[in-house]
């Protein structure tokens, strides 16, 4: 058998003092902690570096232990969630049904550096790419999450319930600059199954989030959160309706994402048209409804040749779609603009007079300015002349893109990651006419409701959103496939996002 160690006779005569001093304390204990503790002693002199490397492996092990805990916890219980990007799933039939975002290239000859000739019958137009048709959505293509995942705490800060209403009816909420919001956001990708998968920017894997932490701050006063509850109130026993193209659509998926830290809306669509949804919030016998009219009045589409396609808008005619419905309507928001880029054709009195991107010299050449300025024109009067409608008109402004290095259809991207300054950035040309050609039929038809009794209010967004570079999908509103030709969406508003600032603002217009 092998002789136990002994300890060095210089280490022994070191601790000899201590042993002496000690032994009263041990004398009337078991005699074999005496020697326990100064075998102690010995490992710590002999294997100092060993104890504290261990510590340091064992500190470690414990930190990534508690990490995962805390990460487990504040993903399940915790009121402002770990932002988790929802599972990816296998399926790759996600809707790519816009061409804005696919184009199959096994099929087709058309490519960027030829773009289709658009065509019909009487009038040739010149090449140029279209912008993208409408994107449908399923509102019940997944179930609510449980309470428990929707249930995040309201927002609660010093820019919230205790702003003084009278110093935000006065201020100017269109003028101001994004500052950071280190709370945001207040709804996520797992806890709203509202928000359409295009604009669905977490689960695609957008992989700078920095976006969401930012909050508009208006000149000369603060710009309280949307508290959901408070909207639910001033809305109980109302109708509210949005009316435009899938910007107007992206305001209302918002919408539905800040309520559903409350609850969720029941679907009572008469049918299964996503273009026109009616969402039901019983508890406040409160009703949301989707028109979807790109356009305004009334429009319609036809196909030329080369899968080619126009637009026949009738400027005089306000679109029926909505305009027949205006009597159930409290409150009323229009909003258009990007559509009227589209190659169209522009009737007046069933008669035709002028065109966009036209080659025709029989056609007088128009711009989308005119068509916008007209439409809008013609939606006002519609309202106005309406002895139906008894509620509120809210306009919001056009919203800007931000396709830099490139068109929507040639390497546009917005691959900005924050905001710009007020002083970095202005509006293009032709976004700054469409602002001002709203705001000049907006002011006239508001002095002309004022006459009848019909109240105009402008939601003004065109400003704060041009400051927003950062708050697009961009590549990340779905799976890549090598089948398709994917385009950047810098159209668009990524839910969570920049857009919840709309909203933000409507209920601060309507409690004032």
């Known amino acids: 058998m092998e002789a136990e160690a002994t300890p060095p006779a210089k280490t022994l005569r070191k601790l000899k003092g201590f ?49 995962i805990i805390g990460y487990l916890f504040s993903y399940r219980f915790l009121s402002h969630p770990i932002l988790i990007i929802s599972s990816f799933s296998s399926s790759k039939s996600a809707s790519y049904d816009s061409s804005f975002y696919r184009h199959d290239l096994s099929s087709s000859n058309i490519s960027s550096s030829n773009p289709p000739t658009f065509l019909n019958s009487s009038t040739t137009l010149s090449s140029r790419p279209p912008p993208p048709p409408p994107i449908a959505v399923n509102f019940n293509s997944l179930p609510p999450p449980s309470p428990l995942e929707v249930n995040l705490s309201p927002p609660s800060s010093n820019f919230g319930n205790s702003i003084n209403r009278e110093l935000i009816k006065d201020c100017d ?34 992989p700078n989030l920095d976006f969401l932490k930012w909050r508009w701050k208006p000149d000369g006063c603060e710009l309280p959160l949307f508290e959901p509850k408070q909207f639910l109130e001033i809305m109980r026993g109302k109708t509210l309706a949005f009316v435009g193209d899938s910007l107007a659509r992206n305001q209302m998926q918002s919408l539905m994402c800040l309520l559903s830290r409350v609850m969720y809306p029941k679907d009572i669509s008469k049918n299964s048209d996503d273009n026109f949804k009616r969402m039901y919030y019983p508890a406040f016998n409160f009703t949301i409804t989707i028109f979807w009219s790109p356009f ?149 038809a508001k002095h002309e409701g004022m006459k009848k009794g019909t109240e105009f209010r402008l939601l003004d967004m065109t400003n704060a959103m041009s400051l927003r570079p950062d708050g697009h999908p961009s590549r990340y509103g779905h799976w890549p496939d090598e089948r398709w030709k994917l385009y950047n969406d810098c159209v668009h508003w990524c839910l969570p996002g920049p857009v919840d600032m709309w909203n933000d603002i409507l209920v601060q217009m309507l409690s004032v």
């Open 19 to 67: 042993e002496n001093a000690a032994s009263s304390n041990f004398k009337h204990q078991n005699p074999f902690m005496k020697h326990f503790h100064i075998y102690q002693l010995i490992g710590r002199q002999n294997n100092h570096f060993s104890i504290t490397k261990g510590l340091i492996l064992l500190s470690i092990v414990v930190v990534l232990f508690l990490n």
């Open 173 to 206: 909420l269109s003028k101001g600059e994004w500052v950071r919001d280190w709370k945001a956001p207040y709804y996520t990708n797992t806890t709203c199954y509202t928000i359409q998968e295009h604009q669905n920017c977490m689960k695609y894997g957008k």
């Open 296 to 444: 305004l009045i009334k429009a319609k589409e036809t196909k030329g040749p080369k899968n080619t396609y126009l637009w026949k808008l009738y400027l005089d005619q306000v679109d029926n779609k909505w305009a027949s419905h205006i009597d159930e309507f409290d409150y009323l928001i229009l909003s258009a603009g990007r559509w009227f880029e589209r190659p169209s054709i522009f009737y007046h009195r069933k008669r035709i007079i002028g065109c966009l991107y036209c080659t025709n010299k029989n056609v007088t050449q128009r711009t989308m300015h005119y068509s916008n300025k007209r439409a809008f024109q013609t939606a006002f009067q519609g309202i106005n002349k309406s002895e139906k409608f008894k509620g509120t008109m809210i306009l919001r402004t056009v919203s800007p893109a931000h396709f830099e290095n490139g068109v929507w259809d040639n390497g546009g991207d917005c691959a900005r990651t924050r905001p710009f300054l007020r002083n970095e950035t202005n509006l293009s040309a032709d976004e700054k006419q469409l602002y001002k050609d709203q705001i000049k039929e907006f002011e006239k």
